[in-house]
């Protein structure tokens, strides 16, 4: 039974490297592809991009170890069956839950480490590739400038340009204030159009301005003649004009990780759960203060101010009442408006405006403020159901790989990569559905989170059932004859013409 194990054992450990840095290579290359106009041409050294790639390949390690399981998986078994030997173990006597009893231990302990890499190791490396993808994101001055908005990315100069040309990178209606002599705006610059670009060495910026004039005021002999009210300064105009900037000192400047730190993706399950619990607390105090002013401006006015209650005629018999406050009394609006005059009608009807503009000013502060608060809340508690899912997909991938590799009974890449991935999209347009529903506050974020788990938690029980008791549920000559019964047992109960 050793040797048998040791064989089931080795057939999957290697499968499962090579699925685990394929799935790895795959994710790691569309994430790139999402963010690639944020690294090319930014004239990064190798070692920045290496950290980059690391730091990305580290943060996908939840990801890409269920889909190994469920690849290398459906391989072994896969590899086992169409080389007839799990036919040979059967024959012996050994079911296949017992061959599959060494690589679902496997399976338990990779679970376990892709929970503790979740919970320890991934929020490090999300927190340093977040941090690093921000530096390099603002690594280029002439590709953050964004039109319209004055930018001062560069030391001791404000640019803003009019606007950019996509497909040629022309700049139009430049403006440039130059602050180097730390003198104020005595120096500007204005152009119609121009390029920016780096230089080879990517040391110094190189501005190409067209068709604009300079500004300079002369702040020297203005201080010279102090008594003489005079404004000295020089105005050039020019049909060309090349300014460089030095970038000495504009390298990737590593921005504090702390800015990143409260993020929900770079935070272990007892820190989200610390945030999880302050943000409950803020939302009962934001609920709190809402339900006591809308109770003091709804219920605690005096109701004297609206309507005269001696203009009221009350009932007889409460007339030698002396304390009228604690009298519950029936009032028809309609009637009580009906007794006041013009004046106190008027009256009612701006002071119920002004109170209903209060109350609905009041509510939309507090809602916008609980709504931003409770989107908060349910991104941590979402963050806290993923690392237990994922971690937990990797056995319930296994019980839909292997005995899906044994009713295949085909190994290698074909086949179980085709069906790996239709299982893992199922799965994951389940899982999406089920998240987006949990930020919306439609479903609980235990129930949204899960609810792809518990999909696909039948599916793996019934396909190892069907695998145990040799079913052919993959063969398509069972299917055609199943529906030719069906004819048959319709034409039978049909009654004869």
Not at 55 to 67: H, N
């Amino acid at each position: 039974m050793k040797k048998l194990h040791l064989l089931v054992i080795k057939s999957f450990i290697g499968p499962l490297f090579l699925t685990f840095f394929f799935v790895i290579f795959v994710l790691l290359m569309q994430f790139l592809w999402r963010y690639i106009d944020d690294l090319i041409g930014k004239g990064l050294e190798m070692n920045i991009i290496a950290e980059f790639l690391i730091y990305t390949s580290a943060s996908l390690v939840p990801m890409a170890m269920p889909l190994a399981v469920l690849l290398a998986s459906l391989m072994s078994f896969g590899n086992l069956a169409e080389n007839l030997e799990l036919l040979a173990f059967k024959s012996s006597g050994i079911s296949l839950v017992r061959i599959m009893a060494p690589v679902m231990v496997i399976s338990a302990f990779l679970a376990i480490g892709a929970f503790l890499f979740a919970n320890y190791v991934m929020p490090v490396t999300n927190l340093k590739m977040r941090s690093l993808l921000y530096d390099i994101q603002q690594q280029r001055p002439e590709l953050s400038i964004k039109p319209g908005v004055f930018d001062n990315s560069l030391e001791g100069y404000s640019i803003r340009i009019g606007d950019r040309d996509s497909k040629t990178s022309l700049l139009k209606d430049i403006l440039i204030f130059d602050h180097t002599a730390k003198q104020g705006n005595v120096k500007v610059t204005v152009a119609d159009s121009g390029y920016m670009r780096m230089s080879a060495d990517e040391k110094r910026l190189l501005l190409t301005l067209y068709n604009g004039h300079s500004y300079n005021e002369l702040q020297k002999q203005k201080k010279e003649d102090r008594h003489i009210k005079s404004y000295p300064h020089r105005r050039d105009q020019f049909l060309e004009q090349e300014i460089i900037i030095e970038m000495t000192g504009f390298g990737l400047n590593r921005t504090d990780e702390n800015l990143f730190r409260n993020s929900y993706q770079m935070l272990n399950i007892s820190q989200l759960q610390r945030f999880e619990d302050s943000l409950v607390t803020d939302l009962d105090i934001i609920l709190g203060r809402f339900e006591s002013t809308i109770k003091t401006s709804l219920t605690a006015k005096p109701k004297a101010m609206l309507i005269d209650f001696r203009s009221i005629r009350h009932d007889t018999t409460l007339n030698d009442t002396k304390d009228t406050a604690f009298i519950i009394q029936q009032v028809h609006v309609d009637s009580a408006y009906a007794q006041l005059n013009k004046l106190e009608r008027r009256r009612a009807i701006t002071q119920a405006i002004n109170f209903a503009r209060s109350n609905k000013s009041v509510t939309t502060s507090n809602m916008g403020t609980a709504d931003w608060k409770l989107g908060r809340l349910l991104r941590y508690q979402i963050e806290i159901q993923r690392k237990f899912t994922l971690s937990f997909l990797c056995i319930i991938f296994f019980f839909v790989g292997a005995p899906l590799g044994a009713i295949i009974r085909k190994g290698g890449l074909g086949m179980p990569v085709i069906i790996s991935i239709l299982i893992f999209l199922i799965y994951y347009v389940i899982s999406m559905i089920g998240e987006k529903f949990v930020r919306e506050n439609i479903m609980t974020p235990f129930v949204g989170m899960w609810i792809s788990t518990i999909v696909m938690a039948p599916l793996s029980i019934w396909v190892t059932y069907k695998a145990a008791n040799d079913s052919v549920i993959m063969n398509v000559e069972t299917y055609f004859n199943w529906v030719k019964k069906l004819k048959l047992r319709i034409q039978k109960s049909s009654p004869a013409k």
